[in-house]
């Protein structure tokens, strides 16, 4: 729910720049969504502590989400540069042996691991294909990332950074309103726990993106 309203608001933000569009734009606005999994480097990884141990029987990719608004600055017709926020969550369904009940493969216990994290985006566009009503782009990007109410903090590095890569189709509906859509690419460039009583995890996303852009 959290994260439906987070979308819903950025999209709100966004329709209020509607009727501000030139012929020449030299700003755009971005609101996009993206859909997919999250999976992890050096599975499986432990995001509790149990004071008698509980060791990982099962980690499976789980479901990952972005919401994102950005704000791009053209440079040229091309070349484009922007900074970004945004909200993220990754998911790990995880199960554990519960050893204080003994051996068994049924004394165990599933946990759906969520990372929530707000997201601050340095992001670079590059449109390669142009065309009058459509065009295609490359945006690679850096985050810095800071979690958000999650049991995971306190094993948490304060400031993780990940790089990301997008693939957009942008097509024209209105004057300077466009329909975005494409894949976006997400791997961590940093550790996202600290080393003691975990292995490292590293985690990287695959998914579907789509949104608006409106141009000024």
């Not at 976006?184 to 949104?211: C, D, L, M, Q, W």
């Amino acid at each position: 729910m959290k994260s439906l309203i987070t979308f819903l608001f950025l999209c709100l933000i966004q329709m209020t720049t509607m009727g501000q569009s030139t012929n020449n734009p030299s700003w755009d606005l971005t609101t996009s969504s993206s859909l997919g999994q999250s999976f992890h480097y050096n599975a499986p990884v432990r995001f509790i502590v149990c004071i008698e141990g509980c060791p990982v029987r099962d980690q499976r990719p789980g479901f990952f989400q972005n919401y994102q608004l950005n704000l791009f600055k053209n440079l040229s017709p091309r070349h484009s540069l922007g900074v970004g926020f945004g909200y993220s969550e990754y998911r790990f369904p995880t199960t554990y042996y519960d050893i204080l009940l003994g051996p068994g493969d049924e004394n165990y216990f599933e946990r759906n691991r969520i990372l929530p994290f707000f997201t601050y985006t340095l992001v670079y566009n590059y449109k390669f294909l142009l065309r009058e009503n459509y065009n295609l782009s490359i945006q690679p990007s850096f985050l810095l990332e800071q979690y958000h109410e999650t049991d995971y903090v306190p094993y948490a590095p304060k400031w993780p950074m990940s790089a990301a890569i997008d693939v957009q189709y942008r097509k024209k509906l209105f004057q300077n309103f466009n329909l975005l859509a494409g894949a976006h690419f997400r791997s961590s460039i940093t550790r996202y726990n600290e080393k003691v009583f975990f292995s490292e995890h590293y985690p990287f996303a695959y998914a579907i993106s789509f949104g608006f852009t409106q141009s000024w």
